[in-house]
Each structure stands twice: as C-alpha cells, then as structure tokens.
C-alpha cells in the first residue's frame, strides 16, 4: 500500500517501514509522559499516567519508560530521570519506582533512545510521572512514554528533514 504524507516525519517513517516489512507503531496518548517537552531546568513530566482503580501494572508482560531525546542536550552537564508514583495527582509524597543513572549531555543527542525497564508489579501507585533532574544543563527536549516492553523497537531515531532512502 502506498501513501502521501502531508508531514514529512510521516513520510520518513514510511519508507523506513516499507524497506524492513515493519509495521507502524502507536503511542497511546493516555501513556504519553513528555511529547517534544523542552527542558530548560529541573521539571517534571507534561503529562502524568492515571492508573486508575486496578493499580496491578506489569504483572504479566514487564513494562517499560521509553524516552527519545528530540533535541540534543545544551550546556554540558547531565540528565537523571526517575519515574516516580503517587496515590494522589498533585504528587504530595511521591515515591521513586525506579531511576536512571545521570547521562552526560554528550550522549544525549538528537535521537538518542533510552529505554528504563520496570520490575513486576512496581507500578503500585494511581498515578505515575518522570522527574527530570538538569545538572547545569541549559536545555533539552525530550519525548516519553509507557510500553510493554515486548513491543519497544530499538532503532535510529533521526531528526526531522533528514532524507532516508
């Protein structure tokens, strides 16, 4: 099937997956942390996942934060993220469910993918964010979300207007 994509971004991605057989992936909104947030200082996550009542995530197939720097890291410095839970949405007492090592700004170019596994049933919380701790970096701009973790490709992530043939 051939399409024309209006979006040049779609259109890259296409291609890509006509030439290996691939399908197209979808990232749910509902698990959609950061969509191109632009990091400036120390923030939280745009978004926050609301697990709703049935709080027993991960049991079955493991899950995972998949996170896709978008624009390179500014400033030197590093990036820490931590996934963190809370019984409450305004995130009165979260706890850390799990955190990554700090990154060097050098790493975290355009593209970049980490990928942060979470263990069985670690997701006890309502409701989930990413904390993202700048150590003198001055910007970044990032994309993340929550996936099985059977279902995330590791693949080159290109910036936008990048020709693939």
Request: charged residues 10%; glycine residues 10%.
């Amino acid at each position: 099937m051939r399409h024309t994509f209006q979006d040049p971004e779609l259109a890259r991605m296409a291609v890509i997956a006509a030439k290996y057989g691939a399908r197209m992936g979808y990232v749910d909104a509902q698990n959609l942390f950061s969509d191109a947030q632009a990091l400036t200082v120390t923030a939280v996550s745009t978004n926050i996942i609301d697990h709703g009542q049935d709080r027993n995530i991960g049991v079955g197939t493991p899950l995972a934060v998949v996170v896709t720097v978008d624009v390179a890291a500014a400033g030197g410095g590093t990036l820490t993220i931590a996934v963190q839970g809370d019984d409450n949405s305004g995130f009165a007492s979260p706890g850390t469910v799990a955190t990554t090592a700090a990154i060097a700004a050098a790493t975290l170019v355009a593209g970049y993918q980490l990928v942060i596994p979470l263990g069985p049933d670690t997701l006890t919380e309502r409701f989930t964010r990413l904390n993202y701790t700048m150590a003198t970096m001055t910007g970044i701009t990032v994309t993340a979300y929550l996936a099985p973790l059977d279902q995330i490709q590791i693949a080159p992530q290109y910036a936008a207007g990048v020709t693939v043939q």
